[in-house]
């Protein structure tokens, strides 16, 4: 018997992935709009770097918290990026964000504490959560505040039943939505107001269009950032992440990263310090999705989609597919079977009205990107 702690539901996308691998087994096309995970290979300074380390061949353990000059070029991006001073003490290595919410979760909740999250939201978080014994309460986002999780209902989900923790991704996902910087600081004011610990998922900073990304490392001390080599810096797979955590933290973070990984893989550490020498090639593929970005606002709404959330930032467009279905796992399995291209259910991310919107990853060619509007548009007119 497993325990019920990892009853945890499974993620949708990757049964849709199963499903387009299927078809492209017996010979189709398909284009790949599901999966949130750029198309493009790591920085060439991380590969250089990597493979200058491996010809060395020391590969040990590093320190729990990370290799010092990581931490000390991480807290240096702070500074070129944001222009906010960040002890590199206070920065913690992690294997991709995904453990990094791990750490944040176990070094600052006990079983039965109230997280609250955005609706709709990054399905792990809730799932994460479940797993360690906590509560992810869930917080609806409707255009009214651009789908920002609203002041009022965190404090009124507080008043409720005390919450301990609230946290918000921006750019995020499924929706590519940001948050105004002024409306990112009105909630980590709100928040440790009420002693709410506020945990910022940062993974997709660098990829911004319609405004700057705020850091909420420059508006309190007392934030948990959480971030990653994933996105921006397309390393996916290198697993490696970083957190910035309030000083009474890192010791009991280090304790818990040594018990539990002892610490974050060598190679990946070495070629991430690299990483940020590679900003120039980076920044072309970010143009890249720019590109897709433009092609989809415009092409969509002549293919017959036209209601979406604000693409602001990330590579997702989330649009909201209500005038077609009520089932938007059936009409992406169709969209998939008739259509050919893939994308993700809203379900995933939203048990309540997820049903009505399906998201779209823009993290490949601009070539697919038309193709999929064209063939959209066919299908659709069709149905
Ligand atoms: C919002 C968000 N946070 C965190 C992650 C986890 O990424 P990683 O563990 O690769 O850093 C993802 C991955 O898709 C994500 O979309």
Request: a negative charge; hydrophobic letters at 45%.
């Amino acid at each position: 018997m497993h325990s019920l702690r990892s009853n945890v539901p499974p993620f949708i996308v990757m049964d849709v992935m199963a499903a387009a691998a299927r078809i492209e087994a017996r010979g189709g096309r398909v284009i790949h709009m599901e999966v949130g995970q750029p198309a493009a290979s790591a920085p060439q300074t991380a590969i250089r770097a990597a493979k200058a380390a491996l010809d060395i061949g020391d590969i040990g353990y590093t320190e729990a918290l990370g290799i010092p000059a990581l931490r000390a070029r991480i807290a240096r991006h702070y500074v070129e990026t944001h222009g906010v001073a960040v002890a590199p003490e206070r920065i913690v290595v992690t294997t991709g964000s995904s453990a990094g919410f791990i750490l944040a979760f176990l070094s600052m909740f006990e079983p039965g504490d109230r997280v609250a999250l955005a609706n709709p939201g990054y399905p792990p978080y809730r799932h994460i959560l479940t797993a360690l014994g906590c509560e992810p309460v869930l917080i609806e986002t409707s255009a009214a505040t651009r789908w920002a999780m609203p002041v009022d209902a965190l404090l009124d989900a507080h008043r409720r039943k005390p919450l301990k923790g609230v946290l918000v991704a921006s750019p995020a996902n499924p929706t590519g939505t940001m948050m105004r910087p002024e409306a990112l600081a009105a909630l980590i004011q709100a928040a440790e107001g009420e002693g709410i610990r506020f945990i910022s998922d940062e993974i997709y900073h660098g990829l911004d269009y319609a405004f700057p990304a705020e850091t909420a490392a420059k508006l309190s001390g007392n934030a948990v950032i959480i971030n990653s080599f994933s996105k921006y810096f397309c390393m996916t797979g290198w697993r490696v992440g970083w957190m910035v955590v309030p000083e009474e933290l890192v010791r009991p973070v280090e304790r818990l990263q040594q018990n539990l990984a002892i610490s974050v893989p060598t190679l990946s550490q070495i070629a991430a310090a690299a990483a940020f020498d590679g900003r120039d090639e980076m920044d072309g593929v970010k143009h890249g999705y720019e590109e897709n970005r433009r092609i989809l606002v415009q092409g969509l709404p002549k293919a017959g989609l036209g209601e979406f959330l604000p693409v602001d930032g990330a590579f997702y467009l989330y649009a909201d597919v209500s005038h077609f279905t009520d089932d938007s796992f059936d009409f992406a399995k169709c969209m998939l079977e008739e259509a050919g291209v893939a994308a993700t259910p809203g379900i995933d991310f939203d048990p309540m009205r997820g049903r009505h919107f399906i998201r779209f990853s823009y993290a490949r060619s601009a070539a697919d990107m038309r193709e999929a509007v064209e063939r959209i548009g066919a299908w659709l007119s069709k149905r």
